[in-house]
Structure formats: C-alpha cells, structure tokens
C-alpha cells in the first residue's frame, strides 16, 4: 500500500531521492479515494468551539481571513466564487482521518502534525505561497490545480492577512483529481486553485525554528537546572561612580551564567517532552461513563487499546513521553509499550504489567478501547 501512495517508490528510496528535495506528482495515490466527509460535516465541523477553523476569500491582491466557529449564517451570505474553508487537525476528530494519516508512518511519529482539510469552491484559493514543512496534498472530491515554482524571491505582500507572495512564477502546473497526490518539500511556492467544488487533503508535518527550540530548551531549563550560590562581593570597594556597573560585577555574573551546562539526556528529556506536548487547543475529556479498574481490564484485555487521537506518545532509549510527560516503564513494559508508540494500537491480551498504567491514561481521556476498526471512550 505505501508503495502505491508514493507512485511505486518504496518508502526508503521516497526518503532517499524525494523526501525534503524536490516535488513529486503522484496519480492515483490512493486509488477509489474520494475523501473522507461531506460540506456539511465539514461545517458543522468548522461551528465547534474545540475545532480551529479558518476561511478565506479572495484572489489576486485582496484577501480576507476570518477565525472559526462559524455559524450556518456565516456560510450562507458567501458568494458562489473564490473562498475556501479549512479544518486544522481532522484526524482528532474523524477515525477515517487517523488512519489515513497512519499511512505515513514512515516518517518518524515526532514530525507529524495533522491532516488539515480544505473546501473550496469554484475560485477558492489560500494565494501563492510557501510552507516552511514538508506536505502531501491529497485530493478528495473535485479538482484542483496547482502550479509551483522553485524561484528564490519569497517577498510577501503588505497589508494582507495571509503570507502571500508578491511574485510568483510558475514553473510546472498539474490538475489533480480524486486520489492524486502531490508531495512538496519546505520554500516551493505553490498556488492551488479549484476548478470546481473540491476538497483536497493536507497531511503536514512539524519543523520548528532553531528559534523555537531555543526559546522551549530555555523554559525546559528554567523548570529544572539548579545552579549553587549566590553573588558575593566581600573585597568590595567604594567605587567613582556607583551608578557604574563594575567590571568586577561583569565578570562575576559572567562566570555565574557560565555555569550553566547541559548534557545528551538534558536534550532527550526537552525533545521527548517538547515533541510530545499537545498544540495549546488541544484538550482531552474523560470517559463519560468511568469504569472500575476490573471493568477496564475486562474489556480492554478482550478488545485491545488505541491511543486517543489527539494523544502523542514517544520514546527514546527506555524513557518514555506522552503528552508532555515523562516516565521510565518497567522492563517488562517496554516492548508492549515501544508497540503503542509505533502503530498507535496494542492488540489483546494486553501485558498485565501494563493495565494499571493504560487504565490511568484511559481515566484521562489519553486512550481508548478499541471497538473493531472504531474507536470510543468507554
């Protein structure tokens, strides 16, 4: 199945050749796909307060953004041309959406963002622009085309609320039907534009700036270095100026900021709890009905497990993260676990090791009990 969503290219030569180099068209990446809900689902959808929702109108150099939950009569004073509305992060709350994102698992579960899905009519378009991730954009119902360009002038327009690109070139086009797929790597421009209602899917994926990281390792410090001593000056003398800041004081701060260090397993603790942290909207609810731990263990241990959707569970050498938090598991754990982590589902029986830990993550909403290929909170 992998094989035919990259256009025959086995997993490892896609990362090899493809992946973060240059564009790929894929026809018929997923054969018979023709998406995965209606428009109306789609906005009802787009009218949840836990739904981040965008749409867009315009073309050219006037464009207009507008932030969800939106209302049916929001949607009913649009014109019939040239606006599109987005849904961030459908696979939280479409189980066809998770496993289709679970189609990409060779790419590693900590660059993986969401599956975003886009309805445009006739004329709907986000503008010319570039990303600075890699995406695959899946189409679903209806065409779309979509032209690209590799020039190196990025300049955006002022005064819009989008990042849309003042110049844009292009230098390759192609319509995509149902199934068709194109990958593009960070900074290609790329201008998508409806030809008729459409919805195209796109499955995104995490790349923080150095910025970022820097600015998350300095609040990861700041929450657990511990540093000794305090500024001392006892051979402190009647200085010319006291509104001077002494070049003694300098350097004494200076060595006291130099003490800060950090290690390997400093930066595995930031990454794993970092890249584990759910988005600041995301928010998990507890089982409605909330089973007894011989309950949980009865039906779980006939049924298996699957993490929440929304949940994000990680692991580097025998420490693991979910949701921003850290542990070290049992040894017998492990392995069952290292299992969760990759394919996101634990088959039954689970290890008896394990259900305590599993029955408290399904008390806080971050795993369910699989029903067949559904998934629910018991």
Same mark, same amino acid.
């Given at each position: ?291 007894? *731990? ?49 394919? *996101? ?34």
């Amino acid at each position: 199945m992998t094989t035919t969503l990259l256009g025959g290219l086995s997993p490892t030569r896609f990362l090899r050749d493809i992946w973060h180099k240059r564009p790929l068209l894929i026809r018929n990446a997923v054969p018979g796909f023709a998406g995965l809900l209606t428009v109306d689902e789609m906005r009802e959808l787009a009218g949840r307060e836990d739904v981040e929702a965008r749409l867009i109108q315009g073309s050219g150099r006037h464009w207009a953004l507008d932030h969800g939950p939106f209302r049916k009569s929001d949607f009913k004073r649009l014109p019939k041309t040239e606006w599109t509305l987005l849904v961030q992060s459908l696979n939280h709350f479409l189980p066809e959406a998770d496993a289709l994102l679970a189609r990409f698992d060779f790419i590693p579960h900590a660059r993986l963002d969401d599956l975003m899905v886009s309805y445009a009519v006739p004329g709907g378009s986000v503008g010319p622009h570039f990303d600075s991730y890699d995406v695959f954009l899946l189409q679903g119902q209806g065409h779309r085309r979509w032209q690209i360009s590799t020039e190196s002038d990025l300049a955006i327009l002022d005064d819009t609320p989008l990042r849309i690109l003042r110049s844009f070139k292009a230098e390759e086009e192609w319509v995509l039907g149902p199934g068709d797929m194109l990958y593009l790597p960070p900074h290609v421009a790329h201008y998508g534009v409806a030809e008729d209602a459409c919805m195209t899917y796109s499955i995104g994926f995490r790349a923080p700036t150095t910025e970022e990281l820097a600015h998350g390792f300095l609040m990861h410090l700041q929450d657990t270095l511990k540093l000794e001593g305090r500024y001392a000056d006892p051979d402190l003398r009647r200085q010319r100026h006291p509104g001077e800041i002494s070049r003694a004081m300098l350097e004494q701060i200076g060595t006291m900021i130099a003490k800060i260090r950090w290690t390997k397993r400093d930066i595995a603790e930031f990454a794993g709890r970092y890249l584990s942290e759910p988005k600041p909207n995301v928010f998990f609810d507890a089982p409605e009905v909330s089973l007894t *731990r011989s309950a949980f263990d009865k039906q779980a241990n006939k049924a298996g497990v699957a993490l929440n959707p929304k949940s994000r569970l990680l692991f580097t050498g025998g420490r693991f993260f979910i949701n921003g938090e850290a542990f070290v598991p049992a040894a017998e754990e492990i392995v069952a676990l290292k299992q969760l982590a990759d394919q *996101r589902r634990l088959a039954a029986p689970l290890p008896a090791q394990l259900r305590p830990r599993l029955y408290e993550w399904h008390e806080a909403g971050w795993l369910e009990i699989a029903t067949g290929d559904a998934l629910r909170n018991a």
